[in-house]
Nanobody, 112 residues
């Protein structure tokens, strides 16, 4: 069974940083690109970033480009999202996703 479990969210002040983690299991991790998506309060899902199987190709939404960094550790079946210069509009629940499967998400609140 494909499973992804997100962690690392929390309350942070504007301008601060957080690192989200995603633990994946139940599939051959190195064979799949991984992505992060988010859902702000009262809004739909928004794609944030995608990383290729080898970790060498990365894509970012314009809204996070230059502030967020996606990475993966294929030896540990982990994906990370390092977020800095956080803004209030980054508030939301962040999900790790593979093949349409998401976890329960981890909440990020950016507020002073």
């Amino acid at each position: 069974e494909v499973q992804v479990v997100e962690s690392g969210g929390g309350l942070v002040q504007p301008g601060g940083s957080l690192r989200l983690s995603c633990a994946a299991s139940g599939f051959t991790f190195i064979d799949y690109a991984m992505k992060w998506v988010r859902q702000a309060p009262t809004k739909g899902l928004e794609w944030v970033s995608t990383i290729s199987t080898g970790g060498d190709i990365k894509y970012y939404a314009d809204s996070v480009k230059g502030r967020f960094t996606i990475s993966r550790d294929n030896a540990k079946n982990m994906v990370y999202l390092f977020m800095e210069s956080l803004k209030s509009e980054d508030t939301g629940v962040y999900f790790c996703e593979v093949g349409g499967v998401r976890g329960q998400g981890t909440q990020v609140i950016v507020s002073s």
